[in-house]
């Protein structure tokens, strides 16, 4: 039965259409709601029927793309992409961030909590993605690799950043002015140098940074700790970049190359050194 003031289609019976769990749909078509960003979703709606529940996505962005089969789903995506509204904030340091999920990730910093354990050694994570890359460590599958120099990696992501030193790309700009860079973090990093925002705190002495993972690498100096370690070795190390120059004498690989010369070394802080005898720098 329709309520006043709604639309005519107010209720959906998925068990009558799919054999699914009864579950009830509601849209709401008031043109007097308050909620902008409600009305914008409803309004992408107006064609909802059963094939839609079947991986159609029928709520869209008015102001970008982006689409989801979930109303709630697209709140989430214009608060968290275009008010910029930050409500969950962390009570250690000041912390904010758009998502109740994300608060929770970055509060196991504080507590030291790792909840992912490697069922081969004694290796434990606050995320599951770090487990998944520490289990590699075991297989020593590394299945992506550079078709310019051979450098492989366990990450397809890893090979995309990797990828950029040989074509150049920076596809992260500074809204505020021409810097441009080819990692996320680096332009983060760099937009502080507008806001002064350093919203990481070490509750020890307190340091700040406008990164969390420097905050994290920070912390090791009071910790002690050296999470990385090596599989042919006891060398463990505070930081992933020294284990990995470390390997690299086991190995011998040398996955950076030079463009201009073909150069190769261990280390892409020495390729980056090695560039500037070309550019002059």
């Known amino acids: 039965m329709a309520t006043s003031g709604y639309g005519s289609h107010t209720e959906v019976d998925h068990n009558r259409h799919h054999g699914y769990p009864t579950e009830v749909c509601h849209i709401d078509n008031d043109p007097t709601s308050s909620n902008a960003n409600d009305q914008a979703a409803d309004q992408n709606f107006n064609l909802h029927s059963a094939s839609e529940h079947a991986g159609e996505k029928p709520y869209k962005c008015v102001q970008c793309d982006y689409s989801t089969a979930e109303k709630g789903n697209l709140a989430r995506h214009v608060r968290t992409k275009h008010t910029g509204d930050k409500r969950y904030m962390c009570g250690e340091c000041g912390y904010r961030v758009a998502e109740k ?159 201009e010369c073909g150069y190769r070394t261990a280390r892409k802080s020495s390729l980056s050194r090695h560039m500037r005898t070309h550019t002059r720098e």
């Open 101 to 259: 999920s994300k608060l929770s990730r970055h509060m196991k910093i504080h507590t030291g909590e790792r909840s992912y354990k490697c069922d081969q050694c004694d290796y434990s994570a606050a995320r599951k993605y770090q487990l998944d890359q520490h289990r590699t460590k075991h297989t020593g599958e590394k299945p992506y690799m550079c078709g310019e120099c051979g450098y492989r990696t366990v990450q397809r992501s890893k090979l995309s950043r990797h990828m950029r030193i040989h074509t150049g790309e920076k596809p992260f700009k500074c809204d505020q002015c021409d810097y441009s860079a080819a990692r996320k973090v680096t332009l983060v990093t760099h937009q502080a140098t507008h806001t002064g925002d350093k919203p990481y705190m070490c509750g020890e002495c307190g340091f700040r940074t406008a990164q969390r993972s420097k905050l994290s690498r920070h912390m090791r100096t009071h910790t002690g700790e050296k999470p990385y370690k090596c599989d042919q070795c006891e060398y463990s190390a505070a930081e992933k970049s020294s284990l990995n120059n470390h390997l690299a004498k086991h190995t011998g690989e040398k996955p950076y190359m030079c463009g």
